[in-house]
């Protein structure tokens, strides 16, 4: 499964570039043969655009266009797996015309899921699920109860690629794998800058494949 885990917005001015994420997403182990290259399921259905600006051990720094997502407010649960799903459920009955428009909005990926962990390993984690807008409904994405709208400028995100499902276990250990391989870079000290400005979310988990899917996750 394709999936993107990114880490806090945050501000680089070393390059005078703003860098919202840092990002892991899933599609097999990273390696300069596949640096730039996309998940199978976005040559079905619209993705983000991005350009690879920088490959390194582990990781790949990716500079994407604005993105538009329609968003769940924060759920609290102890699985990021099941607020996901709760998530999903959520915005898929809203792309189906569960919106004040009545209006049905074709599928796309990925569904996001950012993250700000609990204290302890038994506590609730909040979970803000997301879906991307589809370029012909971003200028006015239909509104809808429970759900908002947020408009990203052009990002640059750090990117660590694994492949299979996603799971609770799965996700801390690359997210911890994708904030090693960076460390002692300027994309590090970046995200520092901005856990320090009171960024609250940690990283997130972008998903590319339908629950069912079990080929080229």
């Given at each position: ?139 006015n994405p239909p509104p809808a109860k ?72």
């Amino acid at each position: 499964m394709a999936a993107i885990t990114c880490i806090s917005k945050l501000s680089l001015l070393l390059i005078l570039l703003s860098v919202s994420s840092l990002c892991v997403v899933r599609s097999g182990s990273l390696t300069l043969k596949n640096a730039g290259s996309i998940p199978p399921t976005c040559k079905r259905i619209e993705c983000p655009s991005y350009d690879v600006i920088q490959v390194g051990n582990g990781y790949e720094i990716r500079r994407y266009n604005s993105t538009v997502w329609i968003s769940n407010s924060p759920i609290q649960d102890i699985s990021l797996v099941e607020a996901t799903r709760t998530g999903f459920l959520r915005l898929f009955n809203y792309i189906q015309g569960k919106n004040d428009y009545s209006q049905k909005i074709e599928m796309t990926a990925p569904v996001l899921s950012e993250v700000s962990p609990s204290d302890g390993p038994f506590c609730e984690s909040s979970f803000v699920v997301s879906f991307f807008v589809p370029k012909v409904n971003q200028a006015n994405p239909p509104p809808a109860k429970g759900l908002h709208v947020q408009r990203w400028k052009p990002v640059n995100v750090a990117v660590r690629q694994f492949g299979g499902f996603v799971s609770d276990a799965s996700v801390g250990e690359e997210a911890a794998a994708l904030k090693a391989s960076i460390a002692g870079t300027k994309w590090a000290a970046a995200i520092e800058k901005s856990h320090r400005a009171g960024h609250a979310s940690v990283y997130s988990v972008a998903q590319y494949n339908a629950p069912f899917e079990y080929d080229n996750r």
